[in-house]
């Protein structure tokens, strides 16, 4: 058994867009084991745009960081030690403790997932969170009718892609996309379905939108708040419905954004509605029987973008930020 491990710790709180220095890799001992308690060698972690919230010292739905202590975040590893009778050592698990190499955790905390259903590393995307969120926002937040009209913006992410395909298994009649550049809209046509994808790099956002959707829209999933939230309300089509997923374009303190004209969206009987997506963990296992269907039967398609190492967790969470993803961004650990 190991003795020491490595991981990610919060150096110091950023002041705007987070930079390398804002994080520390450390070496530090494995506590030993409670009653209860599995060890987890980790091989894949998640990194997400919502992390940088938690890189502040402001009260929100999840605690922040703290300063000199490990960041976490949806992992996927093996245990290789085990004090609980419910989890057993060679069991693979998704948790909570990311941002390591190995991570002590209570048992409950742990969910053992079936390797043999998909590939382990989907857990952490399509039939993670990630996809849940997905479907939880075309099911109840705003929920796809047949015959819609579907939005949705950072479409070539994690989220996004995911919610493309999904919105066609459930009925949408035309799905449009918001990526940045020709590589990543080429991909949301070609690769995941979508029927018309919008280039936000281009400019004229509410423009795109007009050609791609002239009869208007009826769902709209905002992962970036600002100019496409505001673009999208202008561009609803009345009782449409809108989530609140994320507004990353405003995540390091940019407040030169126009936001959305609620009075037009009262005057519309446009529903806003967020979503935190534990809320819908009660359903997390009829949605993985669902998505692994999809997933083994080609409805839908995933990509990722994995950096190796945990030295480059850093690395992958600026490039997600940045965008520098398509699909959803992992980090591959060992």
């Known amino acids: 058994m190991p003795t020491t491990t490595r991981e990610i710790r919060l150096a110091a709180r950023p002041s705007g867009a987070p930079t390398a220095e ?5 070496t530090t001992p494995i506590p030993d084991l409670v009653d209860g308690q599995i060890l987890v060698r980790n091989t894949w972690m998640s990194v997400d745009p919502y992390m940088r919230g938690r ?7 999840i605690p922040p960081f703290q300063l000199d202590e490990a960041l976490e975040g949806s992992a996927l590893g093996e245990v290789i030690a ?9 069991a693979t698990v998704t948790h909570f ?3 390591r190499e190995h991570a002590v955790i209570d048992a409950a905390t ?3 997932i079936d390797p043999d259903l998909a ?10 969170t990630t996809g849940l969120t997905a479907y939880a926002v075309l099911t109840d937040v705003a929920p796809i009718k047949p015959g819609d009209t ?7 992410g994690a989220v996004g892609s995911v919610a493309g395909q999904i919105a066609r298994a459930l009925g949408a009649s035309r799905v449009i996309g918001s990526a940045g550049g020709p590589a990543k809209t080429e991909l949301l046509t070609k690769e995941f379905g979508f029927d018309a994808a919008i280039d936000y790099r281009a400019g004229d956002l509410a423009g795109q939108l007009a050609e791609a959707a002239p009869g208007g829209i009826d769902v709209y999933l905002d992962s970036v708040g600002g100019e496409h939230l505001r673009v999208a309300v202008e561009a609803m089509r009345p009782r449409g419905r809108v989530a609140l997923v994320g507004a990353i374009s405003g995540y390091n303190g940019d407040s030169t954004q126009r936001g959305p004209d609620l009075f037009l969206a009262a005057t519309k009987e446009v529903t806003l509605r967020g979503i935190l997506v534990n809320s819908y963990f009660p359903i997390f296992g009829e949605y993985i029987a669902k998505a692994a269907g999809w997933l083994a039967d080609g409805t839908i398609r995933t990509k990722e973008t994995v950096y190796n190492g945990l030295d480059q967790a850093p690395a992958a969470f600026l490039g997600v930020l940045a965008g520098a993803n398509t699909g959803k961004m992992l980090v591959r650990l060992g």
């Open 82 to 90: 085990s004090r609980s009778a419910d989890i057993p050592v060679g």
């Open 97 to 99: 403790a990311g941002w």
């Open 119 to 128: 590939e382990p590393h989907h857990y952490l995307g399509a039939l993670g």
């Open 110 to 112: 742990a969910t053992v």
């Open 22 to 26: 804002n994080f520390a890799l450390v």
């Open 55 to 61: 890189m502040d010292d402001k009260p929100s739905y």
């Open 150 to 156: 579907v939005f949705i913006s950072a479409a070539a």
